[in-house]
């Protein structure tokens, strides 16, 4: 019996730990295809693991350690030509103040910090870094240094990118908005001219984040891909197959995967059909793909729909622990599920009626928006609120027309359950 990964987002300690391990590395082909791949999704659906697995694969570093971490995935079996031949620069944007009053100066320190550990990381000596802090000068003259003192190029990996603006949003949209349009503009202006300018250092970047709050016109934004869909979340068969691997006798895995359908399943990111979930994977058994498939006949349209990790792993650890499910079906390490209130409640600038919108949303009605590829922090409309709710997981895309109209909804009943606690004022 593997052990559960709830709460594991470093790919090498899952590994070595024996966890079961959902491989998604299927999909690190055609991201690395792609100029400056990013991926927005909601807390708990993966995207820190993912990280953390394609710094594994691409970092020199851990060449002699490939055999091992890949063994038995998608990737290992057929490793590509960038397996372990680039250095990797890895950011976590979610270190960066929300505070406006403190932002440009630790956005400054922060990357001076990061590039400093990179140096100390890649073992490089008689390396003097540049004096200053200024962001997309100091860039420059790194990089420029840098040149002659390693023999790999960068990959950057991006994590929690829009992490200060979410919450920067709250307390300051304007200057939010100043931010954005400078010091980030200045920052992805200085890695595009790194990767396509005179010192072509960084060969690609990757992203990962919540919301598009920080976008740049130089970004590919792959959320919205059918292709790509299941790159992060579980589908049914991925979680059957986990269920299996990590459930003790004493749990009865069928009834565990019925009610995690009832209770989780419902996220849907694609505007176009992914693949259908039960054609991906080996075959479950006829009797309990049947009984599944009841449970969503209800809607043939979310049949493919994925199931966000952590709410379900949260839900395994309780059954193999306890033998019966958890008292809070939301696991409470997802601070954007216990911030449903704060967050949605979000006062939006044009006087748009969220309240009634929102109540609209708990009620079970459906809405339909034109889910919106990027945001402006001066003003939301009622397709921005209610793509922002999207982005958040709050709700999922049901069906989207040929107009581009989709069609939402709250993804699941466990959520329904905690929206309505929350916005009813119950902790």
């Given at each position: 019996?593997?052990?559960?990964?709830y709460g594991?987002?470093?790919?090498?300690?899952?590994?070595?730990?024996?966890?079961?391990?959902?491989?998604?590395?299927g999909?690190?082909?055609?991201l690395?295809n792609?100029?400056?791949?990013?991926?927005?999704?909601?807390?708990?659906?993966?995207?820190?693991?993912?990280?953390?697995t394609?710094?594994y694969?691409?970092?020199?570093?851990?060449?002699d350690?490939f055999?091992?971490?890949f063994e038995?995935?998608?990737?290992?079996?057929?490793?590509?030509?960038?397996?372990n031949s680039l250095?990797?620069?890895?950011?976590?944007?979610s270190e960066?103040?929300s505070?406006?009053?403190?932002?440009r100066?630790?956005?400054?320190?922060?990357?001076?910090r990061?590039?400093?550990?990179?140096?100390?990381?890649n073992?490089i000596?008689?390396?003097e870094?540049?004096?200053?802090?200024?962001?997309?000068?100091?860039?420059?003259?790194f990089?420029?240094?840098?040149?002659?003192n390693?023999?790999?190029?960068?990959?950057?990996?991006?994590?929690?990118v829009?992490?200060f603006?979410?919450?920067?949003?709250?307390k300051?949209?304007?200057?939010?908005?100043?931010?954005?349009?400078y010091?980030?503009?200045?920052?992805?202006?200085a890695?595009?001219?790194?990767?396509?300018?005179?010192?072509?250092?960084?060969?690609?970047i990757f992203?990962?984040?919540?919301?598009p709050l920080?976008?740049?016109?130089?970004?590919?934004?792959i959320?919205?891909?059918?292709?790509?869909?299941?790159m992060?979340g579980?589908?049914?068969?991925?979680?059957?197959?986990?269920?299996d691997?990590?459930?003790?006798?004493?749990?009865?895995?069928?009834?565990?995967?019925?009610?995690?359908?009832?209770l989780?399943?419902?996220?849907?990111?694609?505007?176009?059909?992914?693949q259908?979930?039960?054609d991906?994977?080996?075959?479950?058994?006829?009797?309990?793909?049947?009984e599944?498939?009841?449970?969503?006949?209800?809607?043939?349209e979310?049949?493919?729909?994925?199931f966000?990790p952590?709410m379900?792993l949260?839900?395994?650890?309780?059954?193999?622990?306890?033998?019966?499910?958890?008292?809070r079906l939301i696991?409470?390490?997802?601070r954007?599920?216990a911030?449903?209130k704060e967050?949605a409640?979000?006062?939006?600038r044009?006087?748009?009626?969220?309240?009634?919108?929102?109540?609209?949303?708990?009620?079970?009605?459906l809405?339909?928006?034109?889910?919106?590829e990027s945001?402006s922090?001066?003003?939301?409309t009622?397709?921005?609120?209610?793509?922002?709710m999207?982005?958040?997981?709050?709700?999922?895309?049901?069906?989207?027309d040929?107009?581009?109209v989709?069609?939402?909804?709250?993804?699941?009943?466990?959520?329904?359950?905690?929206?309505?606690?929350?916005?009813?004022?119950r902790?």
């Open positions: 019996m593997k052990k559960i990964p594991i987002t470093d790919f090498r300690e899952l590994r070595n730990g024996d966890y079961y391990y959902v491989d998604k590395t999909f690190i082909e055609a690395l792609m100029d400056y791949p990013a991926i927005f999704r909601p807390e708990g659906m993966g995207k820190s693991l993912f990280a953390s394609l710094k694969y691409l970092d020199y570093k851990y060449e350690e055999n091992f971490l038995g995935t998608y990737i290992g079996e057929y490793p590509e030509v960038w397996q250095a990797v620069l890895s950011l976590d944007f960066l103040t505070d406006p009053k403190e932002f100066e630790d956005f400054d320190a922060f990357i001076y990061k590039f400093e550990e990179f140096i100390v990381e073992d000596e008689s390396f870094m540049p004096g200053y802090y200024e962001c997309a000068g100091f860039m420059m003259d990089f420029e240094e840098l040149r002659g390693i023999d790999y190029n960068i990959f950057v990996i991006i994590e929690n829009d992490s603006a979410i919450e920067m949003y709250k300051d949209p304007e200057a939010l908005a100043g931010f954005l349009n010091d980030i503009v200045q920052f992805f202006d890695l595009d001219y790194l990767a396509y300018g005179g010192i072509e250092a960084v060969v690609n992203v990962t984040g919540v919301t920080v976008m740049h016109q130089k970004l590919t934004d959320s919205l891909e059918g292709e790509l869909h299941n992060l579980f589908t049914t068969i991925e979680l059957k197959l986990a269920a691997a990590v459930a003790p006798e004493n749990v009865d895995v069928n009834q565990a995967m019925l009610d995690m359908v009832t989780y399943k419902g996220h849907r990111f694609s505007l176009s059909d992914p259908p979930d039960w991906q994977r080996e075959e479950l058994d006829e009797e309990l793909e049947t599944l498939r009841s449970l969503i006949e209800f809607s043939a979310r049949e493919n729909h994925l966000n952590a379900t949260w839900y395994l650890k309780a059954l193999a622990e306890t033998g019966v499910p958890p008292k696991d409470p390490r997802l954007s599920y911030k449903i967050v409640l979000i006062k939006m044009d006087k748009l009626d969220h309240k009634a919108l929102l109540s609209s949303v708990v009620q079970g009605y809405e339909e928006a034109v889910v919106s945001f922090s001066y003003t939301f009622e397709d921005d609120f209610l793509s922002f999207f982005y958040m997981g709050y709700l999922t895309i049901l069906r989207t040929d107009d581009g989709s069609t939402m909804m709250i993804p699941n009943s466990a959520l329904t359950g905690e929206f309505r606690s929350k916005l009813r004022g902790k």
